[in-house]
C-alpha cells in the first residue's frame, strides 16, 4: 500500500504548524496523530479603528455608568442572570471548572455521513500522522473511513474544553 507524504494541502508557502499531537484510540489500536487549524487566520483581513482627523488609532476606556472610568484590575468576570442582575464569576472558579487537556481521541462510534447535524459542527481541522511510524496506520484508518463512507465520532479535551469531533475523508483532506 502507497503511503501519501504529503497529508496537508499546500495552502501557504510555510509548512503548516501542528496545534496539537496526541493520538487516536480505536479500540486497542493507537494511531499518533497531529492536528492542524483547516483556516488560517492570518490570511484574514483585520482593522483598526482609527481618529477621523489625525488617523491615530483609538484606544477603548472601560467605563462604569455609575463611577466613571475605571482600571483594568478593577474588573471582574459576571454572567447575567438577567436584565442588570449578575452573578461574579472568581478566576479560581473559572480554573476549577477546566477540564485536563488529554492526549488522546477516542473514538466512540462510526455512523453515517448524514446521521450527523452540520449544526454540531465548529471549527474545521486537518488531521494527519505524526511522523513516519505512524503513516501506514493512518492511512489504514483513513481508507477504511472512505471505503465504508462512515464518518468517525470521538472526544477530546484541548485547551480545558471538552469536545466533539468528527473525521471524515475529503479528496483533499488528508492527501
Known amino acids: 500500500m502507497p503511503v501519501c507524504s504529503e497529508f496537508l494541502p499546500r495552502l501557504s508557502t510555510m509548512k503548516p504548524r501542528a496545534i496539537w499531537t496526541g493520538y487516536i484510540k480505536i479500540s486497542l489500536v493507537t494511531i499518533p496523530v497531529r492536528l492542524y487549524g483547516a483556516v488560517n ?64 481521541i477516542e473514538v466512540s462510534q462510526f455512523i453515517s455521513q448524514d446521521e450527523l ?25 483513513r481508507e477504511s473511513l472512505q471505503r465504508s463512507g462512515q464518518i468517525g465520532l470521538g472526544r477530546v479535551v484541548m485547551a480545558g474544553e471538552n469536545g466533539l469531533l468528527r473525521w471524515r475523508r475529503w479528496a483533499r483532506e488528508w492527501c
Open 117 to 141: 447535524d452540520p449544526f454540531l459542527l465548529d471549527t474545521p481541522y486537518y488531521l494527519g500522522p505524526d511522523g513516519p511510524v505512524s503513516e501506514e496506520a493512518f492511512v489504514i484508518f
Open 41 to 104: 487566520e492570518s490570511d484574514k483581513i483585520s482593522f483598526n479603528q482609527l481618529h477621523k482627523n489625525c488617523h491615530q488609532r483609538l484606544r477603548q476606556q472601560l467605563v462604569c455608568p455609575i463611577h466613571g472610568k475605571v482600571e483594568r484590575e478593577d474588573v471582574v468576570k459576571g454572567y447575567e442572570l438577567e436584565k442588570d442582575r449578575f452573578v461574579v464569576v472568581e478566576p479560581s472558579e473559572l480554573e476549577a471548572l477546566k477540564l485536563e487537556t488529554t492526549r488522546g
